[in-house]
């Protein structure tokens, strides 16, 4: 059975950092799309960033462009995001998700083609 865990989240400072990491049991992430979502108090579910399967290829939201970083550590079987400065409208429940049902090195945008999602963990950015 696939299962995906996050971890990392926390309380932090306005201008602070975090890293988060999704791991998986059951499977290797190497073969598949992995995003990073986020779903705030009162809001509808926000895309963050995704990588592909190589890795080569990457994509942000626009509100966190410069500011995180996904990456992947086959060796570790763990995707990241790391997160430098932290704002307060950052704070969310951060999720990943994995695919592979699509051909090529991609990764996608919509949150509707992830089929594997792990339980969240909450980020709360405050002074």
């Known amino acids: 059975q696939l299962q995906l865990v996050e971890s990392g989240g926390g309380l932090v400072q306005p201008g602070g950092s975090l890293r988060l990491s999704c791991g998986a049991s059951?499977?290797?992430?190497?073969?598949?799309?992995i995003g990073w979502f986020r779903r705030a108090p009162g809001k509808e579910r926000e895309r963050v960033s995704c990588?592909?399967?190589?890795?080569?290829?990457?994509n942000y939201a626009g509100s966190v462009k410069g500011r995180f970083t996904i990456s992947r550590d086959t060796a570790k079987n763990t995707v990241y995001l790391q997160m430098n400065g932290l704002k307060p409208e950052d704070t969310a429940i951060y999720y990943c998700?994995?695919?592979?049902?699509?051909?090529?090195?991609?990764?996608?945008?919509?949150?509707?083609?992830?089929?594997?999602w792990g339980q969240g963990t909450q980020v709360t950015v405050s002074s």
């Open positions: 998700a994995a695919d592979n049902s699509r051909l090529g090195d991609v990764c996608y945008d919509n949150w509707l083609e992830y089929a594997y």
């Open positions: 059951g499977f290797s992430l190497d073969y598949y799309a």
């Open positions: 990588i592909s399967t190589s890795g080569g290829s990457t």
